[in-house]
């Protein structure tokens, strides 16, 4: 068999047909459209026969046609955004979804997706509304803004607002804070989609005012400031405060107005992160909260709405109100608008944040970012009980170590958080082929760290005992099965 000449091995392949006619592909068939399932047979085949043809199968196995039109078959099926655990110890992890909804936002987003609701719709005038208003009260009250907007993320945000105040001007922008972001953002590259002019100042390591008051010129419509998120300088380094921009457009709109100039400099800031508490657990590595980039001078803010602020994915403006209600006239207002369940799941966090302890409480982000390590350590030290009262120490031993979590999100990266995790060296199987196991074959996967063989659980990132339980059932079968 094995030295077959191609053209015999083609011959065995089976027809279409008969492959759909097999019991078990004809009942895993049924749940999917029939000219789908064609089509997977087809690709399957034919993938073979080129496979066949340049000689690296020689022979048919009917077995494994099936087995990998099946498999076609349940990926369409199986979702593949799901659930996961996430014990890396980054809180706010953009490939993991970032933010974890409070409950009490969970629950506003099925309250509006299981009915109509007043998305559009004003009940004091019995008359069509508008969406805007949802949060911009909201929004006024936590940062002291005089209006608000939020749009699908932070980087439409700043999308927007270049577009519609520098489109065709020029913003000036320190070289220190030209900074990539997770994900392809890129300052630059967001200036060029506006048809904003960039005008750079300044060096990497610093910047001055004077070189913002040399770059001025009657074409500059922005004093941009970008908050430089997951990249820090140290040494020797220097900024230039936003009061300080601030007493700049000051003086330059005053000389405008004095030689009869229409346009106004305004300071806008892209923060990023969007703190708007202080967490007494961010210690030295304060994150400027939105609230002192307003009251130092800024005419907008805007930040991401899953950082930390622990929300959904939104991108929110604040700031003086005829610049907002310019915003909300823009087109791309339209074109980057929040739908309702974002809408209800934001505002179901920003209320939260009436009552500072509550949101510290209710908002897993905020939450996991302000426990007291010694809560983590108790955590951990729960996990580890259960781990070792269910396997058996022939198969791994367990301790725990002291670990330290990350904010992540571009919020805080020189702040150590103190944290815990489980840690499990394999005496059977190893920490490689579990981590493969925990990721590719369970439901829920689970996502942990490999640290020289060993892996390692941090418990701050776990969301309660549901999620411990699940944790235990995975290893539990990783030894059943291996
Ligand atoms: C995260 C971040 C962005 C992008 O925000 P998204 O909400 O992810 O679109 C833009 N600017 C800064 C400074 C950031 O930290």
């Given at each position: 068999m094995s030295d077959a000449k191609p053209q015999d091995i083609l011959r065995l392949l089976p027809q279409?047909?008969?492959v759909l006619r097999i019991p078990l592909v004809e009942q895993i068939a049924k749940t999917i459209p029939r000219?789908?399932?064609v089509g997977y047979v087809r690709d399957v085949i034919g993938n073979l026969r080129t496979e066949i043809l340049d000689g690296t199968v020689k022979q048919v196995e009917i077995d494994q046609i099936v087995s990998m039109v099946c498999l076609h078959i349940l990926t369409l099926q199986k979702p593949s955004l799901r659930r996961v655990i996430n014990t890396s110890g980054v809180i706010i992890h953009t490939n993991l979804g970032r933010s974890v909804l409070a409950?009490?936002?969970?629950?506003a987003v099925i309250q509006v997706a299981t009915g109509y609701s007043t998305l559009e719709y004003d009940m004091q005038n019995m008359a069509r509304g508008s969406r805007h208003d949802h949060c911009e009260k909201l929004l006024c009250t936590l940062t002291k803004a005089e209006a608000a907007i939020a749009v699908n993320n932070n980087a439409a945000a700043v999308m927007m607002v270049l577009s519609e105040f520098a489109a065709d001007h020029e913003a000036i922008v320190s070289r220190g804070e030209l900074v990539e972001i997770g994900g392809s953002f890129r300052v630059p590259d967001i200036m060029e989609q506006s048809h904003a002019t960039m005008v750079e100042v300044g060096t990497t390591n610093k910047t001055h005012l004077s070189d913002y008051?040399?770059?001025?010129?009657?074409?500059?419509?922005?004093?941009?400031?970008?908050?430089?998120?997951?990249?820090?300088?140290?040494?020797f380094t220097?900024?230039?405060?936003?009061?300080?921009?601030?007493?700049?457009?000051?003086?330059?709109?005053?000389?405008?107005s004095?030689?009869?100039?229409?346009?106004?400099?305004?300071v806008y800031e892209d923060q990023g992160s969007g703190a708007l508490i202080k967490l007494d657990c961010f210690g030295e590595y304060h994150e400027p909260t939105v609230n002192e980039s307003l009251e130092q001078g800024c005419?907008?803010?805007?930040?991401?709405?899953?950082k930390l602020l622990g929300g959904p994915q939104a991108g929110i403006i604040v700031g003086k109100k005829c610049y907002i209600d310019r915003l909300k006239k823009n087109p791309l207002a339209r074109a980057l608008r929040l739908d309702k369940m974002t809408l209800a799941a934001l505002t179901a966090t920003l209320r939260l944040y009436l009552v500072e302890n509550e949101a510290l409480e209710k908002i897993p982000t905020l939450r996991m970012l302000s426990a007291p390590a010694s809560a983590i350590?108790?955590?951990?030290?729960?996990?580890?009980?259960?781990?070792k009262s269910s396997i058996d120490e022939k198969d791994a031993c367990f301790t725990i170590v002291n670990e330290i979590a990350r904010a992540g999100g571009g919020a805080l990266p020189m702040c150590d958080i103190e944290s815990y995790a489980v840690c499990v060296e394999f005496k059977r199987g190893s920490a490689q082929k579990c981590e493969e196991y925990l990721v590719m074959e369970r439901e829920t996967p689970i996502i942990a760290r490999i640290k020289q063989e060993k892996m390692l659980f941090d418990v701050r990132t776990i969301q309660g005992p549901p999620e411990i339980d699940e944790i235990v059932r995975a290893l539990n079968d990783y030894f059943t099965l291996s």
């Amino acid at each position: 068999m094995s030295d077959a000449k191609p053209q015999d091995i083609l011959r065995l392949l089976p027809q279409i047909d008969e492959v759909l006619r097999i019991p078990l592909v004809e009942q895993i068939a049924k749940t999917i459209p029939r000219d789908v399932a064609v089509g997977y047979v087809r690709d399957v085949i034919g993938n073979l026969r080129t496979e066949i043809l340049d000689g690296t199968v020689k022979q048919v196995e009917i077995d494994q046609i099936v087995s990998m039109v099946c498999l076609h078959i349940l990926t369409l099926q199986k979702p593949s955004l799901r659930r996961v655990i996430n014990t890396s110890g980054v809180i706010i992890h953009t490939n993991l979804g970032r933010s974890v909804l409070a409950p009490e936002a969970v629950e506003a987003v099925i309250q509006v997706a299981t009915g109509y609701s007043t998305l559009e719709y004003d009940m004091q005038n019995m008359a069509r509304g508008s969406r805007h208003d949802h949060c911009e009260k909201l929004l006024c009250t936590l940062t002291k803004a005089e209006a608000a907007i939020a749009v699908n993320n932070n980087a439409a945000a700043v999308m927007m607002v270049l577009s519609e105040f520098a489109a065709d001007h020029e913003a000036i922008v320190s070289r220190g804070e030209l900074v990539e972001i997770g994900g392809s953002f890129r300052v630059p590259d967001i200036m060029e989609q506006s048809h904003a002019t960039m005008v750079e100042v300044g060096t990497t390591n610093k910047t001055h005012l004077s070189d913002y008051e040399k770059a001025l010129s009657n074409n500059t419509a922005m004093l941009l400031k970008v908050h430089p998120s997951n990249y820090r300088m140290i040494g020797f380094t220097e900024s230039v405060e936003i009061r300080d921009l601030r007493q700049l457009a000051e003086h330059e709109n005053e000389r405008r107005s004095q030689q009869g100039i229409q346009s106004e400099v305004l300071v806008y800031e892209d923060q990023g992160s969007g703190a708007l508490i202080k967490l007494d657990c961010f210690g030295e590595y304060h994150e400027p909260t939105v609230n002192e980039s307003l009251e130092q001078g800024c005419d907008l803010v805007s930040f991401s709405g899953d950082k930390l602020l622990g929300g959904p994915q939104a991108g929110i403006i604040v700031g003086k109100k005829c610049y907002i209600d310019r915003l909300k006239k823009n087109p791309l207002a339209r074109a980057l608008r929040l739908d309702k369940m974002t809408l209800a799941a934001l505002t179901a966090t920003l209320r939260l944040y009436l009552v500072e302890n509550e949101a510290l409480e209710k908002i897993p982000t905020l939450r996991m970012l302000s426990a007291p390590a010694s809560a983590i350590e108790k955590d951990a030290g729960d996990l580890l009980d259960r781990l070792k009262s269910s396997i058996d120490e022939k198969d791994a031993c367990f301790t725990i170590v002291n670990e330290i979590a990350r904010a992540g999100g571009g919020a805080l990266p020189m702040c150590d958080i103190e944290s815990y995790a489980v840690c499990v060296e394999f005496k059977r199987g190893s920490a490689q082929k579990c981590e493969e196991y925990l990721v590719m074959e369970r439901e829920t996967p689970i996502i942990a760290r490999i640290k020289q063989e060993k892996m390692l659980f941090d418990v701050r990132t776990i969301q309660g005992p549901p999620e411990i339980d699940e944790i235990v059932r995975a290893l539990n079968d990783y030894f059943t099965l291996s």
